[in-house]
């Protein structure tokens, strides 16, 4: 099973909105409605913040939001904050009752 | 509330086996609204996921790891564990345990994580 594609880095300013694209295939994001975002500061364990492509888990800020179109998923993180500086991973479940990551994405607030 | 422990070695030599496990407390590994994942962080690199196991044995392991890979799961002991064969410096890594739900497999809580190197 191959990674999901996603942008290496992506930056915004203080309010503004970001969106972090990830792309899959058919046997995976195009499958179903299992797409999952986490964020993971230095250091520390990985934090969920979407899972089944736009549920908010009990605690994450509406601010982050998830979608899907096709093979794509993305998450789009609103009124952007310093505290969203991480690095965010998207994974999906896959035809094969598997699941895969993408690569990450680096976040910076500028 | 849930929490998620990792315990093993931190050194272990080529082609040795791996033996972490995950102890689960204020929650129990035989819920059966939850599988029990493994997945791994190589320094500097994104996250791999290694496999999952549910309450009653059945597992679902990565293809690239599938042949060097056992999870299993101690109802009594209320812990889960992964062995992960012929190793070689490429499996140094942080190696996190992680409750994750049905369906899509989402990973809502995680272990703090233990580091583990593979050296000579």
């Known amino acids: 099973q191959s990674a999901l594609t996603q942008p290496g880095s992506v930056s915004g300013s203080p309010g503004q909105s970001i969106t972090i694209s990830c792309t899959g295939s058919?046997?995976?994001?195009?499958?179903?409605?299992?797409v999952s975002w986490y964020q993971q500061h230095p250091g520390k364990a990985p934090k969920l913040m979407i899972y089944?492509?736009?549920k908010r888990p009990s605690g994450v800020s509406n601010r982050f939001s998830g979608s899907k179109s096709g093979n794509t998923a993305s998450l789009t993180i609103s009124g952007l904050q310093a505290e969203d500086e991480a690095d965010y991973y998207c994974?999906?479940?896959?035809?094969?009752?598997?699941?895969?990551f993408g690569g990450g994405t680096k976040l910076t607030v500028l | 509330q849930v929490q998620l422990q990792e315990s093993g070695p931190g050194l272990v030599k080529p082609s040795q086996t791996l033996s972490l496990t995950c102890t689960v407390s204020?929650?129990?590994?035989?819920?059966?609204?939850?599988?029990w994942s493994w997945i791994r962080q190589h320094p500097g690199e994104g996250l791999e996921w290694i496999g999952y196991?549910?309450?009653?044995?059945?597992?679902y392991y990565n293809p690239a790891l599938k042949s060097r890979v056992i999870i299993s799961v101690d109802t009594s002991k209320n812990q889960f564990s992964l062995k992960l064969n012929s190793l070689t410096v490429a499996d140094t890594a942080v190696y996190y345990c992680?409750?994750?739900?049905?369906?899509?497999?989402?990973?809502?809580?995680w272990g703090q994580g233990i580091p583990v190197t593979v050296s000579p």
């Open positions: 058919s046997n995976d994001i195009g499958a179903y409605n299992y």
């Open positions: 089944d492509v736009t």
């Open positions: 992680a409750k994750t739900g049905l369906g899509g497999v989402p990973a809502v809580l």
């Open positions: 204020g929650g129990s590994v035989s819920s059966g609204a939850y599988y």
């Open positions: 196991i549910y309450y009653t044995g059945s597992t």
């Open positions: 994974s999906s479940y896959t035809t094969s009752s598997t699941l895969v």
